[in-house]
């Protein structure tokens, strides 16, 4: 009886089993678990974000023509005209192909369409655009874009829009005229006044000053220019008139200088440092050369002259010499001068050393201006206030 029970009690030891352990992450539901959030939370809820636009980044390239077929011509001085055409490769291929001269031509018309041309220009296979020579100044010219078939008959391709060359010479008309541009006004909502009151095509004094008239609420009241006489007014229209082709346009303070200070007297000093070696070497001004033609009724002249113009920078710190004079830099470094250069030899020594005294660099500029006249050559004007460099020999 005994070896029974434990026979049965081994048996039921023996079905025993331990219990199975599930892992926890498949014990998980689908749903994402809350998180518990601390502190005073949002103020704003804004909702779910928007996931970030992306655009492609490459810029897309300008095609090389739009093929209109257009023909546009522009004058670049009174002798010449500067045309283009709106063709693509592939229609300039067409035409040259069908071309008995296997290119384009321009042919030019002086005063109106329909006259005989007064010159036919032929363009290279591949150009485009071109620069064509006229003899009148001050001339309506008309620009025809086509080529010589079979035959030599003509195939006309565009025709441009009346261009008139400038005359060779400065108007004698020194008018000056002022506008105050309401600049609190979006450009776009004045050229909207503009084009409602048709002022669009006038002067833009003119249709301001209309404007302001015929629309005052539109426009804020034109500030009041104090100052101005009438020996003020006529020396600035004589000083814009006269001719400033060598040099360029006239900085604000050789305006400021020619009106005594009193037009321009808000507008902001020279730099500091600019040309201060002037008072070392006879000055070295700011302002331009002088311009001008020949006095007298000479039909051709021929004036020349040079300057020199020396400019750098370094450190704000630095100390800087200029032929030998200490000269004072710009807050960002830099520095320049400019002088007269007559014939002869220069050298100018520029030294730099750093504020500790622990480095330095230096450079010599040599120069040498030797002029050779053929026929009757004048100096051309000059700022009697720049004086030349220091010569070596």
Not at 83 to 112: C, K, M
């Amino acid at each position: 009886m005994k070896s029974a029970l434990r026979r049965v009690a081994i048996k039921k030891t023996s079905v025993r089993r331990s219990p199975v352990k599930i892992p926890a992450y498949l014990l998980e539901s689908d749903a994402p678990a809350t998180s518990g959030l601390t502190g005073p939370g949002k103020k704003f809820a804004l909702g779910p974000e928007m996931p970030a636009a992306h655009f492609a980044v490459e810029a897309t390239p300008l095609p090389e023509a739009y093929g209109t077929g257009r023909l546009y011509v522009t004058p670049r001085d009174p002798h010449w005209l500067y045309a283009h055409w709106d063709l693509t490769p592939q229609q300039q291929f067409r035409h040259n192909a069908r071309s008995v001269d296997r290119h384009l031509i321009l042919r030019l018309y002086e005063g109106a369409f329909g006259r005989p041309p007064v010159a036919e220009i032929h363009v290279h296979p591949e150009s485009r655009h071109w620069f064509a020579h006229v003899e009148r100044a001050q001339t309506v010219y008309i620009t025809e874009l086509g080529y010589y078939r079979t035959s030599r008959r003509w195939k006309s391709l565009a025709i441009s829009s009346p261009t008139k060359t400038p005359a060779e010479r400065i108007s004698a008309d020194a008018t000056v005229e002022f506008a105050t541009i309401p600049l609190e006004l979006p450009f776009e909502t004045m050229l909207e006044l503009l084009r409602e009151g048709n002022q669009e095509k006038l002067p833009l004094a003119q249709a301001i000053a209309q404007l302001r008239v015929s629309r005052p609420t539109a426009l804020t009241p034109s500030p009041e220019m104090t100052g101005w006489t009438e020996e003020q007014v006529q020396a600035l229209a004589e000083f814009i008139a006269r001719d400033r082709a060598p040099h360029g346009d006239p900085s604000s303070h050789e305006i400021s200088g020619l009106m005594g200070g009193q037009i321009a007297g808000n507008m902001p000093p020279p730099p500091t440092g600019e040309y201060d070696v002037s008072s070392f070497f006879g000055g070295a001004d700011l302002s331009s050369p002088y311009g001008g033609g020949a006095a007298g009724g000479n039909d051709f002249w021929l004036q020349v002259n040079a300057e020199l113009i020396v400019h750098g920078a370094t450190q704000p710190e630095a100390t800087v010499t200029f032929a030998g004079v200490p000269i004072s830099l710009r807050p960002d470094g830099s520095f320049s001068f400019r002088f007269a250069l007559p014939d002869g030899q220069y050298e100018l020594p520029v030294v730099a050393v750093a504020a500790d005294g622990t480095d330095g660099r230096a450079a010599l500029l040599a120069f040498t201006r030797a002029t050779e006249i053929r026929g009757d050559v004048v100096a051309a004007p000059q700022d009697p206030a720049l004086a030349p460099p220091p010569q070596t020999g």
